[in-house]
């Protein structure tokens, strides 16, 4: 089973270049999700899908842009890169929402995407 | 504000001897509650979760969680710890905005030594 798979595993940009990191699952899961890893500061939400057509922001969306076509796809579109933007991003999905009553709670993680913005 | 805390940054382990990982939450209600394991280079992987009842919940690999309203806690526990549970562990919480996904703490790394 493949799961999450994320393309590139590591990038390196340049300060104002732009780039997409892909996502895909082929568990037919409805909720997908982007994440940021750094140091010693846990993961934040940068944004999420509910289901085709449908995304929405997390805690840290500026400079990011989503878009949801399919159920399998999500990329992650970074426009004009900056260093702040120099993290491990990880995508992740689950069958249900994460929370709520009907939530299962279980998030499957790709392996993640190193960028560096120099 | 809502915030999931992992006190501990880094804690080594003997091998063999006992683990405790703490987690405390700041929540309005009861959230529903997790605790993932990152090992080096690979994503997250769900250890457990609590959502109600039995406030001790079982997880994979010998791991359990007991709930604490009282402490606003969800410390994770295990009785003998192994050299390839060395790892980063997260704890985690449902956002107040509900199903919104999940916030994380900022991790513990764990140590094991022989």
């Known amino acids: 089973n493949a799961g999450v798979t994320q393309t590139p595993k590591f990038r390196i940009l340049k300060i104002g270049q732009s780039m997409t990191l892909q996502c895909a699952q082929d568990?037919?899961?409805?909720?997908m999700y982007w994440y940021r890893q750094d140091p010693g500061m846990g993961l934040k939400l940068i944004y999420y899908?509910?289901?085709?057509?449908?995304?929405d922001k997390g805690e840290v969306p500026n400079g990011y842009n989503v878009s949801r076509s399919t159920t399998e796809d999500f990329p992650l579109r970074l426009e004009l890169a900056a260093p702040s933007q120099t993290s491990v991003y990880f995508c992740?999905?689950?069958?249900?929402?994460?929370?709520?009553?009907?939530?299962?709670?279980?998030?499957?993680f790709g392996e993640g995407s190193r960028l560096t913005v120099l | 504000a809502q915030s999931v805390t992992q006190p501990d940054i880094h804690i080594t382990v003997s091998e063999g001897a006992s683990l405790e990982l703490r987690c405390n939450y700041s929540?309005?209600?009861?959230?529903?509650l997790f605790w993932y394991v990152q090992s080096p280079g690979q994503g997250l992987q769900l250890l457990l979760k609590?959502?109600?009842?039995?406030?001790l919940v079982q997880g994979i690999k010998g791991f359990e969680a007991e709930f604490k309203r009282s402490q606003s806690s969800f410390n994770l526990r295990k009785p003998s710890v192994h050299w390839s549970d060395a790892a980063e562990y997260f704890c985690?919480?449902?956002?107040?905005?509900?199903?919104?996904?999940?916030?994380f703490g900022k991790g513990t790394t764990l140590s094991v030594s022989s």
């Open positions: 992740a999905s689950s069958s249900s929402l994460a929370g709520g009553p009907t939530g299962s709670g279980e998030l499957f």
């Open positions: 568990m037919n899961h409805n909720y």
């Open positions: 899908s509910v289901g085709a057509g449908i995304t």
């Open positions: 929540y309005g209600a009861t959230p529903y």
């Open positions: 609590y959502f109600s009842g039995d406030t």
């Open positions: 985690a919480a449902e956002r107040e905005q509900a199903g919104t996904a999940l916030i």
